[in-house]
């Protein structure tokens, strides 16, 4: 890891601690050790149950992207999508940050070409986005609906943010029957239209070419994985219903709702595990319910909590697929793979 890198992680876990130590100043903490004690063994139980589901329907939906051509194994793809996920969440971006991690075990441990397991990635990350895109729109107007006190120019520009990205993804697939180029359109309407003969981009819109593909509506992978995705969602839902519960006494959905999109947005902060940032949002969330900000802040940590055993999982696994790889050397590819990988790269 470069040194650049290493400084970034540090500069940002500085800034989450300060932004926690500013959170958290004047609650009593008292109180929040309270909250915590409240909690059962059998209500911690449901919430990482729910994490798991969460964790094997997301895996579904990448596994779906991944066996458009040959069947992939789901257990070896749920550790390298664990390991993926413990990485991304523990540096910044918290939702990207482990794909160059997932795509080097695709490639070493199930034999995929780099193309194929770059690609797969990259559509698994925009079609999550999607989802949680249209989560954090529901959040958010929910949010205001019940008086949050988010400044209105903030909360609009934020509304406008997501709702643009929405709208532009949508178009996305609605033009990708069609198999027009998005690089290639933005290129000629900027007067670039001469780099798209350059090797490079040649190669960059074979991949947005394959990309597009997958979007089609006739394509049923599209669809399996977008259903997994959404599946995913109210796995996370649903954990953030139960969370809220336990800690209110309020069995709402709005709640769930609410609590769940800003935990979405406090991962676009360039923070090691949202730290700092979580707290601010949940902050936002529950004083728009009239809840005191212990309770905002318990959840915060029983959240972050549930996430950073699953990190501490995805360390063990790790190490296990390095020592295992280190043992056995690289694999000679399969079969099936190879002749894959040669359909590829005859596209």
Same mark, same amino acid.
Not at 170 to 186: A, E, Y
């Given at each position: 890891?470069?040194?650049?890198?290493?400084?970034?992680?540090?500069?940002?876990?500085?800034?989450? $601690?300060?932004?926690?130590?500013?959170? /958290?100043?004047?609650?009593?903490?008292?109180?929040?050790?309270?909250?915590?004690?409240?909690?059962?063994?059998?209500?911690?139980?449901? @919430? @990482?149950?729910?994490?798991?589901?969460?964790?094997?329907?997301?895996?579904?939906?990448?596994? &779906?992207?991944?066996?458009?051509?040959?069947?992939? +194994?789901?257990?070896?793809?749920?550790?390298?999508?664990?390991?993926?996920?413990?990485?991304?969440?523990?540096? +910044?971006? /918290?939702?990207?940050?482990?794909?160059?991690?997932?795509?080097?075990?695709?490639?070493?441990?199930?034999?995929?070409?780099?193309?194929?397991?770059?690609?797969?990635?990259?559509?698994?990350?925009?079609?999550?986005?999607?989802?949680?895109?249209?989560?954090? #729109?529901?959040?958010?107007?929910?949010?205001?609906?019940?008086?949050?006190?988010?400044?209105?120019? #903030?909360?609009?520009?934020?509304?406008?943010?997501?709702?643009?990205?929405?709208?532009?993804?949508?178009?996305?697939?609605?033009?990708?029957?069609?198999?027009?180029?998005?690089?290639?359109?933005?290129?000629?309407?900027?007067?670039?239209?001469?780099? $798209?003969?350059?090797?490079?981009?040649?190669?960059?819109?074979?991949?947005?070419?394959?990309?597009?593909?997958?979007?089609?509506?006739?394509? %049923?992978?599209?669809?399996?994985? $977008?259903?997994?995705?959404?599946?995913?969602?109210?796995?996370?839902?649903?954990?953030?219903?139960?969370?809220?519960?336990?800690?209110?006494?309020?069995?709402?959905?709005?709640?769930?709702?609410?609590?769940? &999109?800003?935990?979405?947005? /406090?991962?676009?902060?360039?923070? +090691?595990?949202?730290?700092?940032?979580?707290?601010?949002?949940?902050?936002?969330?529950? %004083?728009?319910?009239?809840?005191?900000?212990?309770?905002? $802040?318990?959840?915060?940590?029983?959240?972050?909590?549930?996430? #950073?055993?699953?990190?501490?999982?995805?360390?063990?696994?790790?190490?296990?697929?390095?020592?295992?790889?280190?043992?056995?050397?690289?694999?000679?590819?399969?079969?099936?793979?190879?002749?894959?990988?040669?359909?590829?790269?005859?596209?």
């Amino acid at each position: 890891m470069k040194i650049g890198k290493i400084l970034f992680f540090l500069i940002g876990l500085a800034v989450g $601690l300060a932004v926690f130590a500013l959170m /958290s100043g004047d609650i009593e903490w008292a109180e929040v050790e309270k909250s915590l004690a409240n909690i059962r063994w059998w209500q911690l139980l449901i @919430l @990482l149950i729910l994490m798991e589901g969460g964790i094997i329907t997301t895996t579904l939906a990448w596994k &779906s992207i991944l066996e458009e051509e040959i069947p992939i +194994p789901f257990f070896p793809l749920l550790k390298i999508f664990t390991v993926g996920f413990s990485l991304g969440y523990l540096t +910044p971006i /918290s939702l990207v940050g482990g794909e160059a991690l997932q795509t080097y075990f695709l490639h070493q441990k199930l034999t995929l070409s780099w193309r194929k397991s770059i690609i797969s990635i990259i559509l698994h990350k925009i079609i999550s986005f999607v989802v949680l895109a249209a989560v954090i #729109l529901a959040g958010l107007g929910f949010f205001f609906f019940l008086g949050g006190r988010l400044s209105r120019q #903030l909360g609009l520009l934020v509304f406008l943010i997501f709702l643009g990205i929405f709208i532009f993804f949508f178009l996305l697939f609605k033009k990708t029957d069609r198999r027009l180029s998005l690089i290639g359109g933005f290129a000629r309407a900027l007067g670039l239209g001469q780099i $798209l003969e350059t090797d490079q981009m040649k190669t960059v819109l074979s991949y947005e070419q394959e990309a597009l593909h997958f979007f089609q509506t006739r394509n %049923q992978a599209f669809w399996r994985t $977008l259903g997994f995705s959404v599946l995913a969602c109210f796995c996370y839902l649903g954990q953030a219903f139960f969370l809220f519960a336990f800690l209110t006494g309020q069995w709402t959905g709005i709640g769930a709702l609410v609590t769940y &999109s800003f935990s979405g947005l /406090s991962s676009f902060f360039i923070l +090691p595990a949202a730290l700092g940032s979580l707290e601010v949002m949940e902050g936002f969330a529950f %004083q728009s319910f009239g809840l005191e900000p212990n309770l905002s $802040l318990t959840f915060s940590l029983i959240w972050r909590g549930l996430r #950073l055993l699953v990190c501490l999982t995805g360390g063990v696994i790790a190490l296990q697929l390095m020592r295992e790889l280190g043992w056995k050397g690289l694999k000679e590819p399969k079969k099936n793979h190879l002749s894959y990988e040669r359909k590829q790269d005859t596209r």
